[in-house]
């Protein structure tokens, strides 16, 4: 079976993850080059997956049409990051030698040993969300205008132009081939799932015994059944973003709990906040989130048994 995954972001990043398309027979990355605004040309329907290359901001009529479709997010690995650092420092030269401030924005820094590594190193680094972004810019061109960095390191290209365009030095963090390719081996699989598993059953037990997980999941605050659940539910929906209404039906659980472990799981970076969904009914919007459990699945997930 041939799986079609579109590929939508920057030109610069498309084109590498297009570039690996040799490497798995199985599917075909058709390249699509995302502007913030642009109406998506291609017919969504024949993809089983999209893959966002970098972050975007997709408008809400766009989220309609893909909701049914699982979405996943090119992550960056630390070494991508520090490959991103080393080439800025070396390609931007100051005018006055000596000690210079670089102002960085990444996705998931909370969760990255890199974030206690590099902090007042020369490095501000700042976390990146896509709601977020406006505030992200502001906080460079800040830190730029009273003197306290001199250059920009960015996960956004839509934040890159907007740098540019005041004539701010800023470098894009474009993933490197390795950092590519494991994440490909990663959403290849996943979207085997996805198709192939059309309804995933939850088991009624889930056993954990790894130590290093379980202590994983005491930080978290959040169950590895509920975890495995929210797996499952899902694969079963055919995609990997969820309403807390959703999450309620799907657990039979009240719209309180359900909003308390979104919440739980946007601070962990675990769900993140790509849209919102307006009712016929009166009242606040329901945010729409991504679920993206790559991180736990090899430190928790893989290490329970389902009886």
């Known amino acids: 079976m041939n799986f079609n995954v579109l590929v939508m972001g920057c030109e610069e990043i ?3 993850v297009s570039e690996m398309d040799h490497l798995y027979k199985q599917f075909t990355f058709v390249p699509s080059i995302y502007q913030e605004g ?13 893959l966002l290359a970098n972050p975007l901001r997709i408008p809400k009529d766009l989220l309609t049409t893909i909701e049914h479709i699982p979405i996943f997010t090119l992550e960056v690995s630390e ?8 080439k800025c420092s070396y390609e931007y030269v100051p ?8 102002s960085v924005d990444a996705m998931n820094l909370t969760q990255s040993s890199i974030s206690e590594e590099l902090r007042g190193k020369g490095i501000i680094l700042t976390e990146y969300k896509v709601g977020g972004r406006d505030q992200v810019l502001m906080h460079h061109v800040q830190l730029w205008n009273t003197r306290q960095a001199q250059c920009v390191v960015t996960c956004d290209p839509f934040i890159k132009d907007q740098l540019e365009a005041l004539c701010i030095p800023v470098h894009l963090i474009v993933p490197t081939q390795k950092c590519i390719e494991q994440y490909l081996n990663h959403i290849t699989d996943e979207v085997r799932r996805y198709v192939i598993q059309e309804k995933v ?4 037990k889930v056993r954990l ?6 202590q994983l999941l005491q930080d978290l605050k959040v169950s590895a059944k509920t975890l495995h659940r929210l797996q499952c539910l899902c694969y079963s929906n055919g995609k990997n973003t969820i309403t807390a209404s959703e999450l309620a039906r799907g657990f039979s659980i009240t719209l309180r709990s359900a909003r308390r472990i979104l919440s739980t799981l946007e601070d962990h970076q675990i769900a993140t906040v790509i849209g919102e969904e307006q009712s016929n009914k009166r009242g606040r919007p329901s945010a729409i989130f991504r679920i993206n459990l790559h991180p736990l699945q090899e430190d ?5 048994s389902y009886h």
């Open 201 to 204: 059953e939850t088991s009624e």
């Open 14 to 16: 498309v084109k590498k």
């Open 38 to 50: 642009k109406l998506l040309s291609e017919d969504i329907s024949q993809f089983h997956a999209i």
């Open 209 to 214: 015994e790894n130590p290093s997980a379980f």
């Open 95 to 102: 005018e006055q030698t000596g000690h210079y401030t670089i």
């Open 300 to 304: 928790i997930l893989s290490n329970c």
């Open 79 to 86: 070494t991508t990051l520090y490959s991103s650092l080393f």
